[in-house]
C-alpha cells in the first residue's frame, strides 16, 4: 500500500476516535498548569471530578462531576451514548492505579454495548504525568 493512502487512512481513522479521560484528582491538573488555584481550592473541597476528552490532539473539558462514583456513571452514560455497538468500535480502557475499577468498568460496557471482550491497558506515562494516579480512559471508534 502506498504511503500516501496509509496517511489518508491515519487521519481518517483519527477523525473517528473519541477519547475519553476522567481525573481522579485536580492535584496534577494544577501542578502542570491546566487549572488555577481558585478552580484546584474549590474543585478539591467539592470533590469535583472532570471528564476530559481529546480533540484534534487537545485536551479538552468534557463536563465536570461531584464525586468519583457519579463521574464514572456520567462516564459510562457518555459511552454508552456514543460507541457503536460492534466489534469494529475497536473500545478499549485504560488506568494508572485503578486495575479493580478498569475491569469493573470494561465488565458493565461489555454487558450494555454486548462487545466482548474489552480489553483493559495501562495509561501511558505521558498522560499520568498530566492527570495523576487513579486516571480512567476510555477510548473508542465512532462509525464512518
Known amino acids: 500500500m502506498a504511503p500516501e493512502i496509509i496517511v489518508e487512512e491515519m487521519k481518517a481513522l483519527a477523525q473517528r476516535e473519541v477519547v475519553y479521560f476522567l481525573v481522579d484528582t485536580l492535584e496534577y491538573l494544577h501542578k502542570g498548569g ?16 472532570p471528564i476530559l476528552g ?31 455497538t460492534c466489534n469494529e468500535s475497536e473500545i ?4 494508572c492505579g485503578g486495575q479493580a475499577r478498569a475491569e469493573q468498568l470494561a465488565k458493565e460496557l461489555d454487558q450494555a454495548l454486548n462487545i466482548s471482550p474489552i480489553p483493559v491497558y495501562e ?20 462509525q464512518p
Do not use: W
Open 34 to 49: 491546566r487549572i488555577g488555584n481558585a478552580a484546584y481550592l474549590i474543585g478539591s473541597v467539592l470533590q469535583m471530578k
Open 54 to 84: 481529546l480533540e484534534d490532539g487537545k485536551i479538552t473539558a468534557v463536563e465536570k462531576q461531584r464525586t468519583s462514583v457519579k463521574a464514572l456513571n456520567r462516564l459510562k452514560e457518555l459511552v454508552l451514548n456514543q460507541c457503536p
Open 92 to 95: 478499549t480502557v485504560s488506568h
Open 123 to 142: 495509561v501511558p506515562p505521558a498522560i499520568v504525568v498530566h492527570g495523576g494516579p487513579g486516571i480512567i480512559e476510555v477510548s473508542f471508534f465512532k
